[in-house]
């Protein structure tokens, strides 16, 4: 007989091994994945569904997150402090270059969030506007930057895959969320996306070839750049770009934009492999947005020889890169169109696990990946969760993600007598000591609980009734499996 739990477990445990071992550069959340009590988890897993019958979310403070996300380095990573006075540390900093590197950040408001929960279902409906930047640029045009093109003589350097993808846009989800049967919990929410804001670069190429014995160089490129924001690029009459000029921006008409559709959509689930083990995975920001207002497209597309180079000349010497600059920009062939164009949601990937050690306290894992533009960003999270009295739970955390250990992460959340208040960081530590952290966020809001069972009791009667935090959600897939048996009497 195929033992199915097994085969589960271990590829949850394949998948996490595998991602671990790519660099781990990542946003945040972690901390929060497993604590389903919180009721803006399920923003996270759309399987998620909570106790009461009523989510009412206090509009503008439901659910507030801001992340700060650096992959290579924190400020003490790239100024070193002697007798007061602090200077550039390029010898430690260019220690921690990578192949790819992200910087990324995000600011998340909650206008409107609702639930209700019916029987085996959970419904929700949530209004939020996204702020989301991320930039990825190679180590290579650092170690140009640092250490000069003399390093490369006879050589072609690859400059490529320098590209940003930032964003402005409101989102209008409503999920679903459905307790299948004794073991499994299934949750899916489609979201209906506008877009405000955005700049979003495309192909991004780039070599130069240094010639060993004249010093001069050789540069070719090809680079895409997309916007939607209402400027125009001024051009001269050869085409070139001249400038760039903005009018008045209509604050209303902005902020009410309807043409810049897209879609997206989540999938979460929740499953109990034993007494004491509950898995949970989701899928994420599966989704675009196609801009086709206040458009432009930019390429840049050449190469050019440039001969202003002199033995010892380096990559280090402003004017010798301002000058580079000029003739390359004056050399390519510049392109500005009004196309209508995509750009794709960065796919979010939650892993996790609840170990109930004992009644009140859980050990968790989490592994999150984040696809940016082809690439996976991992980072894992281990956690120790308990819910110390019953209106108030706690979660510590430490994580290795942005290819550092240094992050201790604290949730805190307070259930009291119809009001929640919640507030999640994976790396408390970057609030205390700001210029070694390569990670700050912070996750916090206040929500209404309405229609919540009064003792254990009252939770008993519930059909769908689970806690991570209570043997491991054994009630509700105690009752299912109940209603199971005896549908199953009826058919004979």
């Known amino acids: 007989m195929i033992n199915y739990k097994s085969i589960i477990i271990k590829l949850y445990l394949i998948f996490i091994g595998f991602t671990i071992s790519v660099n781990a550069y990542s ?88 639930g209700y929960r019916t029987g085996d279902y959970y419904i929700n409906f949530n209004i939020s506007e996204k702020v989301n930047m991320a930039i990825t640029y190679p180590g290579s045009i650092l170690e140009l ?49 506008f877009g405000k804001a955005n700049i979003y670069s495309g192909k991004s190429e780039m070599s130069i070839y240094t010639d060993p014995n004249t010093f001069n160089l050789e540069v070719d490129g090809d680079i895409n750049i997309n916007s939607s924001y209402p400027i125009t690029i001024n051009q001269d009459a050869d085409g070139n770009i001249s400038g760039i000029s903005t009018g008045d921006l209509d604050i209303l008409n902005f902020l009410m934009n309807g043409k810049n559709k897209g879609f997206a959509i989540d999938l979460g689930w929740i499953h109990q492999y034993n007494e004491d083990i509950t898995l949970s995975a989701s899928v994420l920001d599966l989704g675009f947005i196609r801009w086709q207002t206040d458009v432009n497209n930019v390429a840049l597309k050449g190469s050019f020889d440039y001969s202003g180079v002199g033995l010892g000349t380096g990559f280090d010497d402003t004017e010798y890169i301002l000058d580079i600059r000029d003739s390359l920009f004056n050399s390519y062939d510049q392109t500005v169109t009004q196309d209508k164009y995509y750009s794709w949601l960065p796919t979010q990937i939650y892993l ?83 210029f070694d952290a390569r990670t700050l966020n912070l996750r916090f809001g206040f929500a209404l609980m309405l229609g919540c069972p009064k003792n254990k009791e009252e939770e008993l009667k519930m059909s769908n009734d689970y806690s991570p935090m209570n043997k491991g959600n054994c009630y509700w897939a105690e009752d299912v499996q109940k209603k199971y048996k005896k549908k199953r009497k009826k058919k004979k």
Request: proline share 2%; glycine share 6%.
């Open 145 to 193: 930057a640092w250490k000069g093109n003399t390093q490369f003589l006879g050589e072609t350097e690859k400059v490529n895959n320098l590209r940003t993808h930032t964003t402005y846009y409101r989102e209008y989800a409503l999920g679903v969320s459905k307790v299948w049967d004794a073991y499994n919990i299934f949750g899916v929410r489609a979201k209906l996306l």
């Open 352 to 434: 996790g696990g609840m170990y109930q050690y004992k009644p009140k306290l859980g050990i968790g894992l989490v592994n999150r990946n984040v696809i940016y533009r082809n690439k996976l960003h991992s980072s894992l999270t281990l956690s120790a969760n308990t819910t110390l009295w019953k209106k108030f739970t706690g979660s510590l955390s430490w994580s290795y993600l942005n290819n550092t250990y240094k992050n201790v992460g604290l949730a805190l959340a307070w259930h009291g007598r119809g009001l929640q208040f919640h507030a999640v960081s994976d790396n408390v530590l970057g609030f205390f000591k700001p």
């Open 27 to 114: 946003q945040q959340n972690s901390t929060l994945f497993l604590l389903h009590d919180i009721p803006q988890t399920n923003l996270l897993n759309p399987a998620v569904q909570i106790k009461c019958k009523w989510f009412v979310g206090i509009p503008l403070l439901t659910s507030a997150q801001f992340n700060y996300s650096n992959s290579t380095f924190s400020y003490n990573d790239l100024f070193s402090t002697n007798s007061g006075s602090s200077s550039l540390d390029m010898d430690s900093f260019y220690e921690n270059i990578r192949k790819t590197n992200l910087i990324s950040s995000e600011l998340h408001l909650d206008l409107i969030s609702v």
